[in-house]
Structures are given as C-alpha cells and as structure tokens.
C-alpha cells in the first residue's frame, strides 16, 4: 500500500509562484510514473504533468514552459514548481502514483489563483 501526503498549495496571484510536494510512504524508483492531476469545479480531473521511472517528463499543453516536475528518490517526493500562474490554473491538485500496475492518490491540496 502507498500513501500519498500533498503539501504546498494557497492562494497566489496572477503571475505568481507555488511549489507543490507530494511525500510518499514507499520508495519511489519502484514506481513507473509518478505526477500530478488537477480538476476544476465542473470540470473532469486531467493530467498537469507525470514523470516515469526512466527521468521521461509529460505535460499538458496548457502547463508547458510553465510548470516543472521533478522528484528525489532519496526523499521519496516528487514536487511541481508552477510559474506565471494564471486564474484558469485554479484547482484541487492531486498528486499521482502507478505502481505494478495500481494507482495510488493524495487528498488534494487547492490552489487559487485570484487577485
């Protein structure tokens, strides 16, 4: 069983930055991905950005060059650094494990994005 802790996530304004982080209770090499959905009010969850076991890095569109995923296996946490937030970016952000085959999720941190 994994377990997943978010941390990181507020209020910002347009244009500002958070850093999210996502601990987990089992050691992260032996995951295949490791990422972050998000979902809107109204809205179904999407995938913000994922990271493999091989380094490989995916993001949707609406994020690239904006947002940065990276992860420590050491510390057993992978992190989202957000930048240029804009309003639109405003969700609860999940972050995500597959692990043989299983997905695993956080509880959720929000952020807002308001002035």
């Known amino acids: 069983q994994v377990q997943l802790v978010e941390s990181g996530g507020g209020l910002v304004q347009p244009g500002g930055s958070l850093r999210l982080s996502c601990a987990a209770s089992?050691?992260?090499?032996?995951?295949?991905?490791t990422g972050w959905y998000r979902q809107a009010p109204g809205k179904q969850r999407e995938l913000v950005a994922h990271?493999?076991?091989?380094?490989?890095?995916n993001y949707a569109d609406s994020v690239k060059d904006r947002f940065t995923i990276s992860r420590d296996n050491v510390k057993n946490t992978w992190y989202l650094q957000m930048n240029d937030l804009r309003p639109e970016d405003t969700a609860v952000y999940y972050c995500?494990?597959?692990?043989?085959?299983?997905?695993?999720w956080g509880q959720g941190t929000q952020v807002t994005v308001s002035s």
């Open positions: 995500n494990a597959v692990k043989d085959y299983l997905n695993y």
């Open positions: 089992g050691i992260i090499s032996s995951m295949s991905t």
């Open positions: 990271i493999n076991s091989g380094g490989r890095r």
